[in-house]
């Protein structure tokens, strides 16, 4: 079945750059999502890609897609204490078959 | 900006009784979601609907039902509640049209005694 997989933790210093990394299963999804969730929240919506795109870039974030390799990634530039929270990939097959990562939890040390 | 919101953020039930939890997004969506997220399972869809009176079971649905008798508003009924049922519980609602962008409420974190 379909499957998304993401590393459990990420630990960075202040200002540094953030990368986390996402791979999926399923080829045909057509919208990819990027979830950031703080703790005793639910989650906030960041950014997302669509599936023909490679890059896109939103102030501080910027989404990678290697369809190729089924692989999606989130780069936080000059990350803050306030970036710590667990980020979540998404993809969407069809109109509302979401399919979510089990979560990335960052880390920023100051 | 839309807006999801949740009756409770907290709750306490004890066993077998019925619990609802009530959900309103403010964005005209016509799909809905109520997920549940626990502790290395991510979250998980119980049902969502896609209209009106429209509701579909999703990958966890034993042990619950659900109601969507306006637009804006989706519950989740636990018919007789569970120790098992003690979760975080997540609603959320997203557009039919692209980019089908899904917005989530605070959160209902769920104790069941």
């Known amino acids: 079945g379909e499957d998304v997989e993401q590393s459990l933790f990420l630990s960075v210093r202040e200002g540094d750059s953030s990368v986390i990394n996402c791979t999926y299963t399923?080829?045909?999804?057509?919208?990819l999502y990027w979830y950031k969730q703080e703790p005793g929240a639910g989650l906030q919506l960041l950014t997302y890609?669509?599936?023909?795109?490679d890059m896109k870039q939103d102030q501080r974030l910027t989404v990678l897609l290697n369809k190729k390799d089924k692989h999606l990634s989130l780069r936080i530039a000059d990350t803050q204490t306030g970036d710590s929270a667990i980020y979540f990939c998404?993809?969407?097959?069809?109109?509302?078959?979401?399919?979510f990562g089990t979560g990335t939890r960052l880390k920023v040390l100051a | 900006d839309v807006k999801v919101t949740q009756s409770s953020r907290y709750l306490v039930k004890r066993t077998g009784e019925k619990v609802f939890l009530e959900c309103v997004q403010d964005?005209?969506?016509?799909?809905m979601f109520w997920y549940r997220q626990d502790p290395g399972l991510g979250l998980r869809l119980i049902y969502f609907?896609?209209?009106?009176?429209?509701?579909e079971k999703g990958d966890i649905p034993e042990g619950y039902s659900v109601s969507r008798e306006k637009k804006e508003r989706f519950s989740l009924i636990l018919e007789s509640a569970s120790t098992n049922q003690t979760s975080m519980y997540l609603c959320?609602?997203?557009?039919?049209?692209?980019?089908?962008?899904?917005?989530f409420g605070p959160g209902t974190r769920l104790t069941v005694t």
């Open positions: 959320a609602s997203s557009s039919s049209t692209a980019p089908y962008e899904q917005y």
């Open positions: 399923d080829s045909s999804s057509t919208y």
């Open positions: 890609i669509f599936s023909n795109m």
């Open positions: 998404a993809g969407l097959s069809g109109t509302y078959k979401y399919i």
């Open positions: 964005m005209d969506h016509e799909n």
């Open positions: 609907s896609y209209d009106v009176k429209m509701k």
